[in-house]
């Protein structure tokens, strides 16, 4: 049985469904829901048990025997992502809980950090898991700094020789796109409002750049289609001889302008552009460029090729051209 939590959000229930394709095992969602639309993500899921948060220790307790896998995937709850209180809450205390349980019960643990430890990108983008190596780091949101934080908790926890899971995972996810990311307006891909702004006949706007480095649009993401990243997070699953941090991207940038052109291409219309200024509350945060360094990923062995930009943006189209558009 595998345990996820954050289950039925965009990158958990794409890992259940993935789970369930491969016939790996029962499936366990701990997640709230409320007046979300998110229990649509799940809706086609044969799944064992929906847990609330705050059950998931007694419930652990109660299958420790059982379970094959816990994979904490970011936020559980619904607390705005600008209290830090919460975020230290969830994303270092809860994590590290759920660290303990898999320690003592000697469960692998995979849970999702953030490609946003990487701040500005001006000291590259690779997935150093030392300790010399993550305090180099600086984030630029608290968000990330939650996840940079349990990041060097749990690296130093390893040079202290304490007790650990048997295999552990640390996902720093790029810009991740694909069905099952409706419900989050904030952070849901630019793939399907610009799909929304073709198909009514508006046009999208993309960012103007402040950066001289980089024009209009121009500002560049790995953009990785869902499909392979659960399909890198399953292969590190099946290999228990690996553990640490891992870069989840295809260590190749793209423009938005790319992304805009490949969606418009897609519905068969032709690409219009425009732009608009960056908005005040994002510009100290605002990254003009993320790349993957996935060599460590293929160092450890895992070689498929990535889906294309291009690929993985018509794959998705036709999920949101049909009638029902959830995985």
Same mark, same amino acid.
Request: with cysteine; hydrophobic share 40%; proline share 5%.
């Given at each position: 049985?595998?345990?996820?939590? &954050?289950?039925? %959000? =965009?990158?958990?229930?794409?890992? *259940? @469904? #993935? ?101 500005? &990108?001006?000291? %590259? =983008?690779?997935?150093?898991?030392? *300790? @010399? #190596? ?194």
């Amino acid at each position: 049985m595998y345990v996820i939590t &954050g289950g039925a %959000g =965009f990158l958990g229930s794409n890992l *259940a @469904a #993935g789970i369930e394709e491969r016939g790996m095992g029962e499936i366990t969602v701990v997640d709230r829901f409320e007046k979300d639309n998110r229990w649509r993500n799940i809706a086609k899921r044969s799944l064992r048990e929906i847990v609330f948060p705050e059950n998931v220790f007694e419930y652990l307790d109660r299958h420790a025997g059982r379970i094959d896998a816990v994979l904490h995937i970011n936020y559980t709850g619904f607390d705005p992502e600008d209290n830090v209180d919460a975020l230290i809450d969830d994303r270092i205390h809860l994590t590290w809980r759920l660290w303990s349980w898999c320690a003592h019960h000697q469960v692998p643990f995979i849970y999702d950090s953030t490609a946003g430890v990487y701040g500005d &990108g001006s000291l %590259g =983008f690779k997935d150093d898991d030392t *300790a @010399a #190596g993550l305090a180099k780091l600086r984030p630029l949101s608290a968000a990330a700094w939650t996840k940079l934080f349990l990041d060097r908790k749990i690296i130093d926890t390893i040079n202290r020789g304490e007790n650990t899971p048997p295999q552990w995972i640390g996902l720093r996810c790029f810009n991740l796109y694909g069905p099952n990311e409706y419900h989050s307006t904030r952070h849901q891909s630019v793939v399907p409002r610009i799909f929304n702004a073709a198909k009514n006949g508006k046009l999208f706007p993309l960012f103007k750049s402040e950066n001289p480095a980089y024009k209009d649009g121009e500002q560049m993401r790995d953009f990785m289609w869902i499909d392979d990243t659960v399909d890198v997070i399953l292969w590190l699953l099946q290999h228990p001889e690996i553990s640490g941090l891992f870069n989840i991207g295809t260590g190749q940038a793209r423009t938005y302008a790319d992304v805009l052109r490949a969606v418009y291409t897609a519905v068969g219309e032709k690409p219009e552009m425009d732009f608009m200024d960056l908005p005040a509350e994002i510009k100290g945060q605002y990254q003009y460029f993320t790349q993957a360094d996935i060599q460590k990923l293929r160092s450890a062995g895992y070689t498929k090729p990535f889906t294309s930009l291009e690929e993985g943006v018509a794959k998705y189209v036709k999920y949101l051209e049909s009638d029902d558009p959830y995985r």
